[in-house]
């Protein structure tokens, strides 16, 4: 669902395989709809991913295992940039409305 398409392209291609890409095929993608219920749940479940493949990889490429701790770091930190939008635009009517009101005095 996040980052395991590019994990399963990347096995296939170490098996000496090759991704195809067919543009005629058809697929319906609904955006955002499966966080509309579940939105901190699904960053953290999106992060979460990452970091495994991450993870699961970072020995393979002398950078990213050198770069290991900030790499992590920018992982978090783009989780806690993922929360506040959510909680932002949760109070974003609110926020307007206070200043709607506060303005009108």
Not at 2 to 25: T, W
Not at 32 to 52: E, N
Not at 68 to 94: A, C, D, G
Request: charged fraction near 25%; proline fraction near 3%.
């Amino acid at each position: 669902m996040h980052a395991e398409d590019v994990d399963y392209c990347l096995r296939i291609k170490e098996l000496g395989y090759d991704i195809i890409y067919y543009p005629y095929s058809k697929i319906i993608h609904y955006k955002g709809k499966s966080k509309l219920k579940a939105p901190f749940d699904l960053v953290k479940i999106f992060y979460d991913s990452i970091k495994t493949f991450f993870r699961k990889y970072k020995n393979k490429n002398i950078l990213w295992k050198s770069l290991s701790p900030l790499i992590i770091s920018i992982i978090e930190i783009r989780r806690l940039l993922s929360y506040s939008k959510i909680v932002f635009q949760k109070m974003q009517s609110t926020l307007v409305d206070i200043f709607l009101l506060t303005g009108s005095f």
